[in-house]
């Protein structure tokens, strides 16, 4: 779809995602966790648990029962596949020819643990990295994310990727730079990013932030224990073949 269809009235969108024949894709917002682009293919979602793992599932059918899975894949149209987030990084893919499509669940616990890793040694099989075009999308952003400095200690010890990338900031991770620094050491090729930050990025001409965040309820909760939780409210980010 060209930048000037219906596909940028979501808040965020990945120009390299567009080019794809035959994909439609999108990343929620507060306003709208599951994006319109995406709503008429809802009751085609598999079912699966997030547990920050690195099981990437793949899929063949609408409604699959997946388990637990922070991860998909699959080559059959018409099943929408997506991740939820709340300032965890949702990662979405698709092959150049537009016939392969994946999305990616991968907060801080995944992007150690290895699940692009993991995604990449799936497609080891008969496929190349250079094929696909990866998307990252709406997360928690160095401006933003602080964390324990154990915390980056970990990353720095168990990553081999430059501390810079990692932690631009003292007790900042950097999770969209990680992503796209391991997305390259892969081999993927073609990797755009929304570069909207889930905790401090609002809506242009509105007073509400633009996305749901984990870290920023967690804020409020703790000056206002009377605050809704987040739960049931997390973002879509996801892709579908079209059938």
């Not at 699959?64 to 990084?89: K, N, R, Y």
């Not at 990013?193 to 996305?211: D, H, L, P, V, W």
């Amino acid at each position: 779809m060209s930048p000037g269809s219906s596909q940028t009235e979501m808040t965020a969108y990945s120009p390299l995602l567009q080019s794809i024949p035959g994909v439609l894709h999108g990343f929620g917002d507060k306003a709208h966790l599951m994006p319109a682009v995406l709503q008429p293919w809802q009751s085609t979602l598999p079912v699966k648990k997030q547990v920050h793992g690195v099981h990437i599932h793949e899929v063949g059918a609408p409604g699959e029962e997946c388990g637990m899975a922070d991860g998909l894949i699959t080559s059959t149209p018409g099943v929408l596949l997506s991740v939820l987030t709340a300032d965890c990084l949702p990662l979405v893919f698709s092959r150049r020819d537009g016939r392969r499509i994946a999305v990616l669940h991968a907060g801080w616990r995944g992007l150690l643990a290895g699940i692009i890793e993991r995604f990449a040694d799936l497609l080891a099989d008969g496929d190349d990295p250079a094929l696909w075009v990866a998307a990252i999308g709406p997360a928690a952003g160095p401006c933003c994310y602080e964390v324990s400095e154990i915390l980056v200690e970990d990353f720095l010890a168990q990553l081999a990727i430059p501390a810079a990338i990692i932690s631009p900031s003292f007790r900042h991770l950097d999770l969209p730079a990680i992503a796209r620094y391991k997305l390259a050491a892969l081999g993927f090729t073609a990797v755009d990013s929304t570069n909207r930050c889930t905790i401090c990025t609002r809506a242009q001409g509105q007073s509400g932030f633009c996305y749901t965040s984990f870290r920023r309820n967690s804020q409020q909760r703790a000056v206002d224990p009377s605050y809704p939780t987040i739960s049931g409210r997390n973002q879509h980010s996801g892709a579908i073949i079209l059938p």
